[in-house]
T-cell receptor, first 108, second 115 residues
Framework: QKEVEQDPGPLSVPEGAIVSLNCTYS??????FMWYRQYSRKGPELLMY????GNKEDGRFTAQVDKSSKYISLFIRDSQPSDSATYLC????????FGAGTTVTVRA | DTGVSQNPRHKITKRGQNVTFRCDPI?????LYWYRQTLGQGPEFLTY????????KSRLLSDRFSAERPKGSFSTLEIQRTEQGDSAMYLC?????????????FGQGTRLTVV
């Protein structure tokens, strides 16, 4: 079993919809939880990170962490075609452990 | 450009050949990471350096792989006797002192194809 599980999708939504992404993990030692966005043939780009449990909001993006359930989520409000990308969750001890990534397409 | 720079961007090699990739981290970043990403998967950790010291190596890093960061600046990743299974995107990331991987910035990657 992988340390981090993420539904690979793909996920297709109409413009303006809410995109909901999630990951589960098994390592209780993880304390920082990240979301990366990766466009085709590019390196991952950090969107936001959260320490421990709770919510964090940054513009149209909201990250949630529930350490008791070992479950994290990313919500994208008012999605735009430019949000079409692969979204990777990641968690860290001394290194980053990534999920497989969810490919999202926002249809105009 | 002040981001993480990786060269070459693409490399096609024949099975059995040796290849070397270079990563130039962001200036003043003391930590440098190498990851490998195959199609449809997230990046997998290979190794990381703090300054010139290689502090951790993944079991994925077989004895055909070697990484160096001789002066604590740029790093190289060499693969000897390449195999088709080595075909992947090799990503480098760096992070500033005191932040660890939470604030790691990734380069654009080197895409390796072994034929």
């Amino acid at each position: 079993q992988k340390e981090v599980e993420q539904d690979p999708g793909p996920l297709s939504v109409p413009e303006g919809a809410i995109v909901s992404l999630n990951c589960t993990y098994s390592n209780s030692a993880f304390q920082y939880f990240m979301w990366y966005r990766q466009y085709s043939r590019k390196g991952p780009e950090l969107l936001m990170y959260t320490y421990s449990s709770g919510n964090k909001e940054d513009g149209r993006f909201t990250a949630q962490v529930d350490k008791s359930s070992k479950y994290i989520s990313l919500f994208i409000r008012d999605s735009q075609p430019s949000d079409s990308a692969t979204y990777l969750c990641a968690m860290n001890d001394y290194k980053l452990s990534f999920g497989a990534g969810t490919t999202v397409t926002v249809r105009a | 450009d002040t981001g993480v720079s990786q060269n070459p961007r693409h490399k096609i090699t024949k099975r059995g050949q040796n290849v070397t990739f270079r990563c130039d981290p962001i200036s003043e970043h003391n930590r440098l990471y190498w990851y490998r990403q195959t199609l449809g998967q997230g990046p997998e950790f290979l190794t990381y350096f703090q300054n010139e010291a290689q502090l951790e190596k993944s079991r994925l890093l077989s004895d055909r792989f070697s990484a160096e960061r001789p002066k604590g600046s740029f790093s190289t990743l060499e693969i000897q006797r390449t195999e088709q299974g080595d075909s992947a995107m090799y990503l480098c990331a760096s992070s500033p002192p005191g932040t660890g991987p939470t604030e790691a910035f990734f380069g654009q990657g080197t895409r390796l194809t072994v034929v």
